[in-house]
């Protein structure tokens, strides 16, 4: 019989504040790639800028990067505030491999935070699916400027 454990319901309420602070954050991110993208775009005329739509959306994965790994260190403040890992670098590191689902076994999590890790790779896969879709809506928009 499966015997659920207060512990997982207040990890699971942790996670959803945490989670839409990750939201907040991946929304202002990707309000950034919108702006990035219309703004650029003014400056691609024609398809002989090759380089320039390299550049393009090296910018708009640079802005996507930095949005994921800020997200990732709101997780982690949360971890090295509670005590949940030993330090704070064991934060990032642990935050880091949940949130981007890799996974860190090596890391000594607080009993009663065990769960912690798969409520943020749920967060992680999502965003990663958000900015998937962003980055795949900005590469058809770009290919429609060239036809």
């Not at 642990?94 to 409520?119: E, K, M, P």
Request: charged share 15%; hydrophobic share 50%; net charge positive.
């Amino acid at each position: 019989m499966l015997n659920f454990d207060f512990r997982y319901a207040e990890q699971f309420l942790v996670a959803m504040v945490l989670t839409s602070l990750t939201v907040f954050t991946h929304s202002a991110g990707m309000s950034l790639v919108r702006h990035y993208f219309k703004r650029s775009c003014s400056f691609i005329k024609n398809r002989e800028h090759l380089k320039r739509h390299q550049i393009l959306m090296t910018g708009i994965v640079a802005i996507m990067m930095g949005t994921h790994c800020f997200e990732v260190l709101i997780w982690a403040f949360f971890y090295m505030l509670r005590g949940v890992v030993p330090d704070g670098l064991s934060a990032v590191f642990f935050s880091l491999n949940s949130y981007t689902t890799v996974g860190a076994g090596n890391i000594t999590v607080l009993d009663q935070w065990r769960g912690i890790g798969g409520f943020e790779a749920m967060a992680g896969m999502l965003m990663f699916g958000w900015s998937t879709a962003v980055l795949a809506a900005a590469v058809l928009k770009l290919h429609s400027l060239d036809a």
